[in-house]
């Protein structure tokens, strides 16, 4: 029986991936020339302090793709996450200088980010409401705390962590490739195993056994941890907290996980096309920064290529 089952798992295991890839693929081209062609631009991008900077300016959204995938892998979608970067930030320049220290302050952010998770996250899943509708109400709620904690941008981020996180070293990238490969475990747990079924057939799971409304609020969870972690690399990055400088993250973060195979219906996509899909995000806002186009040419342009990006796939798809 034990040599039947994984002779079994391996023909099944390449399928499912290919699915999930399905568009992925060239999405990796896209990058990959938008990649070169910013290093031609930027000679000093493959030099360890500007693949640092490089890496420090893709890295919050790296994080907000991140939380907007996992909520769309289980089938949910959040528009709370651009306050939920702000809270992170806010949360951290008023802590960290003061007797909490970083430590602390870290925690804090970290306590704020898996209680507002779970919180919405438990009302989506409990009460049967629509994420959208609950996620638009957490925002106002969310952007309101930041308020009241700092109403106008101040407070501040002890300089060693900010030259840590913000200096000439890549630390930004190594932290993601640790939050990658814990995401690679989380995976592999009860939970992490139920979040495709949970987004794909969440009736057929529950059925099954599968614990899915653990799987979603759990996923809640996370996505309010990785949001507020995006603020405090942000708040680390200024030196100082702003209520509003998240507002961005929220559209950026939906066009990320999109742009990197994430179906709105849950089940369908991966994280590292998430990944992939914000770090085009980041090349093109910096290929565009060299190639001297306007502000208002470089919003158009990068909306034309977010729709060629999402477009091409679905043409083949009608092809086939």
Do not use: H
Not at 95 to 123: D, Q
Not at 276 to 285: C, E, H, N, P, V
């Amino acid at each position: 029986m034990s040599t039947v089952e994984p002779t079994a798992a391996g023909p099944l295991y390449w399928p499912v991936q290919a699915r999930r890839n399905a568009g992925v693929r060239g999405l990796f081209v896209v990058v990959a020339a938008f990649f070169v062609a910013y290093g031609i631009l930027f000679p000093g991008l493959f030099s360890l302090s500007g693949f640092a900077k490089f890496t420090q300016s893709w890295f919050p959204l790296a994080l907000v793709a991140m939380a907007q995938a996992i909520l769309m892998l289980a089938g949910g979608i959040s528009l709370a996450i651009g306050a939920t970067v702000s809270l992170g930030a806010v949360i951290a320049a008023t802590t960290m200088s003061g007797p909490l220290g970083v430590a602390g302050g870290v925690g804090a952010v970290a306590l704020a980010g898996l209680t507002f998770g779970a919180a919405t996250g438990l009302i989506v899943v409990k009460l049967r409401l629509p994420a959208i509708v609950v996620t638009l109400a957490g925002s106002f709620i969310v952007g309101g705390a930041a308020l009241l904690i700092l109403p106008r941008p101040g407070g501040s981020i002890p300089a060693w962590l900010s030259d840590l996180l913000a200096g000439n070293t890549p630390a930004g990238f190594l932290i993601l490739v640790a939050i990658v490969l814990l995401w690679k475990l989380y995976l592999a747990t009860p939970l992490g195993l139920s979040l495709y079924a949970a987004g794909e057939n969440p009736v057929g799971a529950y059925r099954s056994g599968v614990p899915v409304d653990a799987a979603r609020i759990a996923a809640y969870a996370i996505s309010g941890l990785l949001s507020t972690g995006a603020g405090l690399f942000v708040a680390a990055q200024t030196g100082s907290g702003d209520p509003v400088i998240g507002t961005a993250f929220t559209l950026n973060s939906i066009a990320a996980a999109v742009l990197g195979g994430i179906g709105f219906l849950g089940g369908q996509g991966t994280m590292r096309g998430a990944l992939a899909g914000s770090l085009l995000l980041s090349l093109m806002i910096s290929v565009m920064f060299f190639l001297g186009f306007t502000p208002v040419a470089q919003y158009v342009a990068q909306g034309l290529i977010i729709i060629g990006a999402v477009a091409i796939p679905q043409f083949r798809k009608v092809q086939r």
